[in-house]
């Protein structure tokens, strides 16, 4: 046993050392933001994304150090990649609107149905690991429900177990459909920012199809159709079109 103990904290240090030197790298990376060095910053934030380490933090403060050295569109694709893990934090809902301030196109949003504003809301408003244990905390209150209504007598109780029970297993699945697309969101590649200063939106996938509008770096897209090297792209007004995918940056 003590061998097996001994075999397990072996393989735990490299681990340890490691986590010990990343939480070391971006506490000195922190240190250079403070002091208004964000090149030095933005460096030591690259080499821990490198090693592996992605965080909603992480992306935050890259976002931060972009936008103080006024390069929007790197900006807009880290703070978009903190909301992706990290939900409608408030701090990174402002940060991008800001930024967005200082990009060419001023895009408007088609107004969705008020029903699926607050459906996007909700799934957005944390992570999925989050909406996780609040599906597991339910399920364990739906099993103590169960107990509670085998070992009592009272058919008043019983009744109320069943109700409580019912509403538990109703919001246990509820639940887990919100985690699920939360998850489906977080590990989904269907987002990019333009990169190009300027880039002519095609009607097809063709270099010789017409010019149907004009894009500029720091537009955010949603990818809807992949044709060889071409994209076609959907903007938050519902325009579409197709551009190379070396125009843009997968969030």
Known sequence: MKKLLYFIILLLIPSLV?????HSLFNKANTFYQKKDFEKSLRLYDSIQKLGYNSAD????????HYKLQQYPEAIL????????????D???????????????KIEPIN????????????????????????II?????????????FTASIIFRRITSILFLIGFLSFIFTGIVTYKRYQFENSNNFAVVFTPTV?????????STDIFILHQGVKVEIVEKVGEWYQVKLADGKKGWLLYNNLEVI
């Open 18 to 22: 490691f986590c010990q030197d990343l």
């Open 91 to 105: 701090d990174i809902v402002f940060n991008i609107a800001l930024t967005n301030l200082n990009i060419t196109d």
């Open 138 to 150: 339910i399920l364990w209150s739906c099993l103590i429900l169960i107990t509670i209504f085998n």
């Open 78 to 89: 880290n703070y978009e990649r903190a909301r992706r893990s990290a939900g409608n934090d």
């Open 200 to 208: 002519y939106i095609k009607s097809a996938p063709d270099a010789q």
């Open 58 to 65: 992480l992306y935050f403060n890259m976002g931060n150090a």
């Open 112 to 135: 969705e149905l008020w029903i699926f504003d607050m459906w996007n809301q909700l799934v957005n408003s944390r992570d999925s690991a989050s909406w996780g244990i609040i599906m």
